[in-house]
């Protein structure tokens, strides 16, 4: 055999093994940063999905404090709007109910100022008596199951985990994208690759046409 035709023939091996070897790393790489996502997106899907028949019993807890005067004063008046609570009344409710409030809007009415507080796995409120000043913090948490599927949701859950599940969801697009042209690439060896895969393709989608109105 003549140098050219070795070389012909070893050319496609080694473009081969070259994207083999780089697939196999992301494949590995990816599948490490998402798989603890992976798995927590996965269980919280099936606690969805039986959302009705798992239940839970929400606890509600509440306390009141009465705001100092020079507090009050801030807030004294017939104003109303829908604007943030004074910093100085927001280091307060900190101090006095642990939690944080930061710059949300508050609904201003002529007899009290109440402001919505959700969170993943659970609803709070604080109200504040705007003649008396006495300010009640009331706090409803359905449990770890609820945190864990608002956590899937990304309900109340802020900036921080949006990205994380950004970053999460790229990362699961490149293990399965390298996995495909993997199984591309085994599958002349094992005959029952594209009808395993056509199997995962059309069985949603007969349910889809079938069983989804």
């Not at 004074?86 to 609904?107: L, N």
């Not at 009331?138 to 985990?161: Q, V």
């Amino acid at each position: 055999m003549s140098e050219l035709a070795s070389a012909e023939i070893s050319r496609p091996r080694g473009n081969r093994s070259f994207w083999l070897k780089h697939l196999h790393r992301w494949h590995w790489i990816s599948a490490a940063l998402s798989l603890v996502g992976m798995l927590l997106f996965a269980a919280t899907g099936i606690t969805l999905n039986h959302a009705a028949d798992i239940g839970g019993t929400p606890r509600t807890t509440e306390r009141s404090a009465t705001l100092p005067a020079p507090l009050l004063a801030e807030i004294a008046g017939a104003e109303t709007a829908r604007r943030p609570i004074p910093s100085a009344i927001r280091d307060w409710a900190r101090r006095e109910f642990s939690v944080s409030i930061g710059d949300d809007t508050a609904e201003w009415s002529r007899d009290e100022i109440y402001l919505v507080l959700p969170r993943p796995g659970a609803d709070a409120a604080l109200t504040i008596d705007r003649e008396s000043g006495e300010a009640r913090y009331e706090l409803t948490t359905r449990g770890w199951i609820a945190y864990l599927n608002d956590l899937h949701k990304g309900r109340h859950t802020g900036l921080a985990w949006s990205w994380f599940i950004d970053v999460f969801a790229a990362a699961c697009l490149v293990f399965c994208t390298t996995g495909l042209i993997l199984l591309h690439l085994h599958a002349g060896s094992r005959p029952s690759t594209w009808p395993v895969v056509g199997f995962g393709l059309v069985v949603p989608v007969i349910l889809a046409i079938l069983f989804i109105h």
